[in-house]
């Protein structure tokens, strides 16, 4: 009981702080606390990183806050493409999607994938069918739109349109949601969801589904990460951490805080949450903000969305 630990992410693309309203604020603190809550919950009652991790990132892909599966950003075309990943840490199984639109929970999708024992990754009309045959639950594309993504596409293509200098926020870049778990037995998992980046290019796929990149779990630590996938991708962000730790036996802390300091002179803006066989999480991020929030043993649970201290709501004990 004492290893158990918990820790997520919705995402380095934050609305800036001046911007961000008390009654918003609070609404991105309560999505962050129910998906901590939920997968805590799992993990209390002796359930599996896997089990937690994918019940954690569930609640936030049904959370149109977040920018994955509802609530997930339009490509130029006005179409939604999703990508997840979910990867075990002891035996390295892992499971990937990239370019759906119709599973309710793509992170259901890349676990069902995982377990298949086939293949790792599926991709667009394949990945559906397969869902479909595997009996997950299918939603239409209006299920998944908000009209807050919809006027960020709009106002992204007039911006191109005039030729305008890019000033958006990271909020209407990009976004992603995560989770990494230590369960009682010491076992180590990481998943991540997103819809990709507002009025990206057609059938691009970021690092969330890349296993390394935006996803990684083995017998050190577990990583999900979030920001400007295609610099996360050239430099196997999660992988490099992994690494880090096991051949130059680097703290999970410094190994993590250096890799996203080197990811931003290279253009990667963002951050990532990762997990160790001991300890507590760490939450490194080069952006201005990054939705986040982890719970241990003790059961507090701690959000954060800027870089301000967290919100620590004490003693929770959950079902």
Not at 202 to 218: E, K, L, N, Q, S
Not at 291 to 301: K, L, N, P, S, T
């Amino acid at each position: 009981m004492a290893r158990i630990c918990l820790a997520i992410h919705g995402g380095a693309g934050t609305i800036p702080a001046q911007n961000l309203d008390p009654a918003a604020a609070e609404a991105h603190h309560a999505g962050l606390r129910a998906a901590l809550q939920a997968g805590f919950a799992v993990l209390r009652s002796g359930g599996t990183a896997v089990d937690a991790v994918c019940v954690a990132v569930t609640a936030l892909e049904d959370d149109p806050l977040f920018n994955a599966a509802r609530g997930a950003v339009f490509n130029s075309a006005g179409r939604l493409e999703m990508d997840a990943a979910v990867m075990e840490g002891g035996g390295r199984r892992c499971g990937a999607v990239a370019g759906i639109c119709g599973p309710q929970n793509p992170i259901l999708l890349a676990r069902a994938i995982m377990e298949s024992g086939g293949p790792v990754m599926l991709v667009g009309h394949g990945a559906e069918e397969f869902a479909r045959a595997a009996g997950l639950a299918f939603q239409d594309q209006n299920y998944f739109e908000t009209q807050r993504r919809r006027d960020a596409l709009a106002l992204e293509l007039a911006r191109r349109a005039s030729g305008a200098p890019d000033t958006r926020s990271d909020a209407d870049r990009h976004g992603t949601v995560g989770a990494v778990a230590r369960d009682e037995a010491g076992r180590l998992a990481a998943g991540t969801s997103t819809g990709g980046m507002t009025a990206k290019m057609p059938g691009r796929v970021g690092d969330t589904p890349i296993i390394g990149a935006g996803t990684y779990a083995d017998d050190v630590c577990a990583v999900s990460t979030t920001g400007t996938g295609e610099v996360f991708i050239r430099f196997t962000a999660a992988a490099a951490i992994a690494a880090r730790v096991r051949y130059a036996e680097q703290t999970l802390e410094r190994a993590a805080g250096d890799v996203v300091a080197e990811l931003l002179n290279h253009g990667g803006d963002g951050g990532l949450i990762a997990l160790g066989r001991e300890g507590g999480p760490v939450l490194p991020f080069n952006s201005k903000g990054m939705y986040r929030g982890y719970v241990g043993a003790d059961g507090v649970m701690r959000t954060a969305i800027h870089r301000e201290p967290y919100l620590q709501i004490p003693d929770w004990r959950g079902p």
